[in-house]
């Protein structure tokens, strides 16, 4: 059963940082595929940074030079280091993994849909 567990939310004024973690448990993510998506109350879910098969990253617009996704394959930890926060960062964040699929034409790659789903950790910024 798998299991992805989150940690390191809370309260930050603007400007200030945090880094969040997630622990899986019967997923491997060495080679596999996993991500950070964050959501607001009554806004869709949106993608902030992702690993992909080969250990590529990529960020969203809106966080690119402010947040680093990083993963320790040794303790099979995603984390998600986030600077200059602002407050149109405060969301439910949550992480995400799912294995990656082999296709003849494209080698491994990374499905669209996430299979494995953190409960959420909060982020608050206030100004």
């Known amino acids: 059963q798998v299991q992805l567990v989150e940690s390191g939310g809370g309260s930050v004024q603007s400007g200030g940082s945090l880094t969040l973690s997630c622990a899986a448990s019967?997923?491997?993510?060495?080679?596999?595929?996993m991500g950070w998506f964050r959501q607001v109350a009554g806004k869709e879910r949106e993608g902030v940074a992702f690993?992909?098969?080969?250990?590529?990253?990529s960020y969203a617009d809106s966080v690119k030079g402010r947040f680093t996704i990083s993963v320790d394959n040794a303790d099979n930890t995603l984390a998600l280091r986030m600077n200059s926060l602002k407050p149109e960062d405060t969301a439910l964040y949550y992480c995400?993994?799912?294995?990656?699929?082999?296709?003849?034409?494209?080698?491994?790659?990374?499905?669209?849909?996430?299979?494995?789903w953190g409960q959420g950790t909060q982020v608050t910024v206030s100004s």
């Open positions: 995400a993994a799912v294995g990656r699929q082999w296709g003849w034409k494209t080698g491994f790659y990374c499905p669209e849909e996430y299979k494995y």
């Open positions: 019967g997923f491997t993510f060495t080679y596999n595929c």
């Open positions: 690993i992909d098969t080969n250990g590529s990253k």
